[in-house]
């Protein structure tokens, strides 16, 4: 099955930890994203990329970072310098750029800092 | 500055009958609109694209318009059953990305 995976499901993280979370896709798009989601709001993008190793700042970029190694990988790193992490994060892929084609989302990975 | 609005309220109905929910926008001219669905601590999953030479599209029991006039686009879902019941979401094109609204919660009672 083609699709997007994001993992791990859940995460518990101590203040002033880094987590890394994965996101992987099978279906050979060219751009990939990361969105938080907080209860009440809209998505809010924090980091796109449109090709490999190559990758443009969202909307809330601060405290987060990113790499684009593999096309088919796009893995975000929350580190400790960002002040409020606990959120839902989601990873997306398209075929093309982010305002030419729709976008494809993954099961979301919830992270909790305790 | 640009703004996209959907309705944060909750929208309850009885199944069978029409659900209608709105998405309006200001301060822009999109050339088109998308709309998702949302599920509880699930991803955004596409249901329709409408660009802006188009006044409807449809999908089975799922229709959308798209008046640039007003800037307003109607999402219709058609005898809703209860599961239909999720959060949905309009997305629109903007400096080189697509932002979303906040989404409207459509609830079908049985």
């Known amino acids: 099955d083609g699709g997007i995976t994001q993992s791990p499901k859940y995460l518990f993280r101590k203040e002033g930890q880094n987590v890394t979370l994965s996101c992987e896709q099978n279906?050979?798009?060219?751009?990939m994203y990361w969105y938080r989601q907080d209860p009440g709001q809209g998505l809010r993008l924090i980091y796109y990329s449109q090709i490999v190793n190559d990758f443009q700042k969202g909307d809330i970029a601060e405290g987060y970072s990113v790499s684009r190694e593999k096309k088919e990988s796009f893995p975000l790193t929350v580190t400790s310098a960002q002040k409020n992490p606990t959120a839902f994060y989601l990873c997306?892929?398209?075929?093309?750029?982010?305002?030419?084609?729709?976008?494809?989302f993954g099961p979301g990975t919830r992270l909790t800092v305790l | 500055s640009q703004k996209i609005e959907q309705n944060s309220e909750a929208l309850n109905i009885q199944e069978g009958k029409t659900a209608t929910l709105t998405c309006n926008y200001t301060?822009?001219?999109?050339?088109?609109l998308q709309w998702y669905r949302q599920d509880p601590g699930r991803g955004p999953v596409f249901l329709l694209l409408i660009r802006e030479n188009e006044k409807e599209k449809r999908k089975e029991r799922l229709k959308v318009t798209f008046d640039t006039t007003l800037k307003q686009s109607l999402f219709h879902i058609t005898a809703s059953q209860p599961a239909d019941s999720a959060t949905y979401l309009c997305?629109?094109?903007?400096?080189?990305?697509?932002?979303f609204g906040t989404g409207t919660r459509l609830l079908v009672s049985p």
């Open positions: 301060n822009y001219s999109p050339a088109y």
């Open positions: 997306a892929s398209s075929r093309t750029g982010p305002t030419t084609d729709t976008q494809y």
């Open positions: 279906l050979n798009h060219d751009a």
């Open positions: 997305a629109l094109p903007r400096w080189g990305k697509l932002v």
